[in-house]
């Protein structure tokens, strides 16, 4: 029986056909960068107070400045108050000026934003004073669309096909994107955004999926990095968008409407070959592979295309399998935990850009240009260091940065700016280091599913990491101290990981405990689990459905 893996290493590994799938699946990963952190520029801040018009109906001879010397108290420092008013009284002008009011009072006719700024959220939805806390909020129930979306539309996936999953997930993404710049109120946007989150998650999944099934194994790094780099474009892209277009709609709209170009994608984009194979369809599967082989000027030897079969579907691993195990359950127990702080501590530097006390618009800017070198030197430094230390070295110096600006103070924006942006850095590097160094610490029998494990601890860290940002009311840095202690702790208990680099990758749980994996030079320089003297009959990895 013929393996997939042997006939895409005969149309060539990453041949043009590859090359243009790769391409179509990047050019809608920046997208995704676009949305995660678009609602940053849709809730600038803008000056505000009570609307005080009830004094308007005892007399209409005041200047603006004077209604507001009558109705609006200050701070010490002569600024008017944004959330309190005099309490309203039922009496003439004359009596008012003379006893002057005292009693205050929360806002009860709305708020008054005397700057005229462009629409956004804020000014659209009055989200300030007590209504301040429904902007993290939002912010939370889109991660949790991304999460709903991983498992939801994860095992739908592998039931239905990528392509369809990816097809569907474009067309929600396109359609509750939109739909949001329309929302009449904020608990509808909000609702629409969850489904936004949801079809990007979606997309992310099946892309991915789709791409490193039709590469060979040695190129499917290479594919993660390359949707690393376009999320990064994506964050540089929005900054730009934001800068030109303060309308909050007009933004939104700008970062949701391109998706419908791409449903041209119905027509292009290929399916799976290994999942065509696993699912018997055997026929559209020679087919599919035919043509690839066309696209890359390569023939696939009619041998290998009569002799493929139906791949024996390997038994659903579950997450109990990932606790059986005692050693097996310290390292899931291990890695979970730092993508759930390498997470935690990413977004939250990430949706704080506008805290740092330089330009938002170029902060985001710098933000996204940063990760670009950080997600390709991790390359080098796993190749350096090995995967352990990179890993704890990245998200130790993280953590450092974000602690580190907790000490500087407010009026050293640059110095502050500079910190974050350093551990914006390494918070990037350290996440690509996660991806290779889960993918070779988990056997091959469990490793979608230790993988799906660790990506959804992420998820609910970015679910937190807003809320997180709430805890500034009580004082500026303990949102900061939260971020940087958790990847700093992150960072030391990366160490009792055992290393992978030149290890063989394990196919069976008990190959961990009972035999220590030998190293690649104690076996013909193994290269992606293949030996290099076989190397051109070495099979490539069957993908295991994960269940949740």
């Known amino acids: 029986m013929t393996d997939v893996g042997e006939?895409?290493?005969?149309?060539?590994?990453f041949g043009r056909f590859q090359h243009w799938l790769v391409l179509m699946i990047t050019l809608i990963t920046p997208i995704t960068g676009?949305?995660?952190?678009?609602?940053?520029?849709?809730?600038?801040?803008?000056?505000?107070?009570?609307?005080?018009?009830?004094?308007?109906?005892?007399?209409?001879?005041?200047?603006?400045?004077?209604?507001?010397?009558?109705?609006?108290?200050?701070?010490?420092?002569?600024?008017?108050?944004?959330?309190?008013?005099?309490?309203p009284v039922d009496s003439n002008l004359e009596t008012i000026l003379q006893s002057r009011l005292t009693s205050t009072e929360k806002c009860q006719d709305g708020w008054v934003y005397p700057s005229k700024p462009e629409p956004s959220l804020v000014t659209q939805f009055n989200l300030v004073c007590d209504r301040k806390d429904l902007i993290d909020i939002s912010q939370s129930i889109f991660m949790s669309g991304l999460l709903v979306g991983a498992v939801?539309?994860?095992?739908?996936?592998?039931?239905?096909?990528?392509?369809?999953?990816?097809?569907?997930?474009?067309?929600?993404?396109?359609?509750?994107?939109?739909?949001?710049?329309?929302?009449?109120?904020f608990y509808l946007y909000c609702a629409l955004r969850f489904l936004l989150g949801t079809g990007l998650s979606g997309i992310i999944i099946s892309s991915v999926a789709l791409c490193t099934e039709w590469v060979g194994v040695a190129y499917r790094p290479h594919t993660i990095i390359a949707s690393h780099?376009?999320?990064?474009?994506?964050?540089?892209?929005?900054?730009?968008?934001?800068?030109?277009?303060?309308?909050?709609?007009?933004?939104?709209?700008?970062?949701?409407?391109?998706v419908f170009f791409f449903l041209f994608y119905i027509w292009v984009l290929p399916e799976s070959a290994r999942w065509l194979v696993t699912k018997g369809k055997i026929e559209e599967a020679k087919k599919l592979l035919q043509k690839a082989a066309s696209v890359n000027k390569r023939t696939i030897p009619p041998k290998l295309l009569e002799q493929l079969k139906p791949e024996?579907?390997?038994?659903?691993?579950?997450?109990?399998?990932?606790?059986?195990?005692?050693?097996?359950?310290?390292?899931t127990l291990i890695i979970s935990s730092i993508w759930f702080v390498n997470s935690l501590a990413y977004y939250g530097l990430s949706l704080n850009v506008g805290s740092f006390g330089l330009n938002i618009y170029l902060t985001q800017v710098i933000f996204g240009a940063v990760e670009i070198p950080a997600r390709i030197l991790c390359i080098f430094l796993m190749e350096w260091l090995g995967r352990k230390k990179c890993q704890s070295f990245c998200l130790f110096l993280g953590g450092t940065f974000s602690l580190l600006i907790t000490a500087i103070p407010k009026d050293l924006p640059v110095v502050i700016a500079t910190l974050a942006i350093l551990g914006k850095f390494t918070m990037a590097a350290s996440f690509s280091t996660s991806y290779v160094f889960s993918a070779e610490l988990f056997p091959t029998i469990v490793r979608q599913t230790g993988l799906g494990v660790c990506q959804m601890t992420a998820?609910?860290?970015?679910?937190?990491?807003?809320?997180?940002?709430?805890l500034g009311r009580y004082h500026t840095s303990f949102?900061?101290?939260?971020?940087?202690?958790?990847?700093?702790?992150?960072?030391?208990?990366?160490?009792?990981?055992?290393?992978?680099?030149?290890?063989?990758?394990?196919?069976?749980?008990?190959?961990?405990?009972?035999?220590p994996r030998k190293s690649k030079a104690a076996n013909g320089s193994v290269e992606n689990g293949c030996a290099k003297p076989n190397k051109d009959n070495c099979i490539s990895e069957k993908i295991t459905t994960t269940r949740f």
């Open 7 to 13: 006939i895409i290493k005969a149309l060539n590994d």
């Open 34 to 87: 676009f949305h995660v952190f678009s609602q940053l520029f849709m809730v600038i801040p803008v000056s505000h107070h009570c609307n005080t018009s009830w004094l308007d109906t005892i007399s209409l001879n005041l200047t603006g400045e004077e209604r507001l010397n009558l109705t609006i108290p200050r701070k010490p420092d002569g600024t008017l108050e944004q959330c309190l008013m005099y309490t």
């Open 152 to 185: 939801v539309l994860g095992p739908f996936s592998d039931w239905c096909g990528r392509r369809p999953v990816a097809l569907l997930s474009l067309f929600l993404q396109g359609v509750s994107g939109v739909a949001a710049a329309f929302a009449p109120s």
């Open 229 to 258: 780099v376009t999320f990064a474009l994506g964050q540089m892209i929005l900054a730009g968008l934001a800068y030109g277009l303060r309308d909050w709609r007009h933004l939104q709209i700008a970062g949701s409407a391109p």
């Open 312 to 331: 024996k579907k390997a038994k659903s691993a579950t997450v109990l399998d990932l606790l059986r195990n005692p050693h097996l359950a310290k390292v």
């Open 459 to 470: 998820r609910v860290a970015g679910i937190i990491s807003p809320l997180v940002g709430l």
């Open 479 to 515: 949102p900061v101290v939260i971020f940087g202690s958790a990847a700093v702790l992150g960072g030391i208990i990366s160490l009792l990981l055992p290393e992978t680099l030149g290890k063989e990758l394990p196919d069976h749980v008990d190959e961990l405990a009972n035999n």
